[in-house]
Nanobody
Framework: QERLVESGGGLVQAGGSMRLSCVVS????????MGWFRQSPGQERDIVAGISRSGTSTYYADFVKGRFTISRDNAKNTVFLLMNSLKPEDTAVYYCAASRQDAPFTTPILERSYDNWGQGTQVTVSS
């Protein structure tokens, strides 16, 4: 099973920006739709954004639309999450996840559709 490793988390002031990266091991990255999820203490894990295998289809949760951008570089086995205009309520552990897909344009949004997860990276937004 491929290994997912997130990086780029940390502390940022409200209104600032941060870019998360997730590198996936192996040679099958292009067969996976990718997603970013987040979980705050005492809360369920929610999808933040998703991107299809081809990169041409994306999904954003309402609470990040217009602020976050998901992208991928299949040549580098990496998916990114660019986060702008960060708010204290964006504070959470952010996870990347992979979902094996046959269709190139499918972007799963349910947690149970993802079967491989990274360890998570903490993002803290101070007010």
């Amino acid at each position: 099973q491929e290994r997912l490793v997130e990086s780029g988390g940390g502390l940022v002031q409200a209104g600032g920006s941060m870019r998360l990266s997730c590198v996936v091991s192996g040679r099958t990255f292009s067969r996976y739709a990718m997603g970013w999820f987040r979980q705050s203490p005492g809360q369920e894990r929610d999808i933040v954004a998703g991107i299809s295998r081809s990169g041409t289809s994306t999904y954003y949760a309402d609470f990040v639309k217009g602020r976050f951008t998901i992208s991928r570089d299949n040549a580098k086995n990496t998916v990114f999450l660019l986060m702008n205009s960060l708010k204290p309520e964006d504070t959470a552990v952010y996870y990347c996840a992979a979902s094996r897909q046959d269709a190139p344009f499918t972007t799963p949004i349910l947690e149970r559709s993802y079967d491989n997860w990274g360890q998570g990276t903490q993002v803290t937004v101070s007010s």
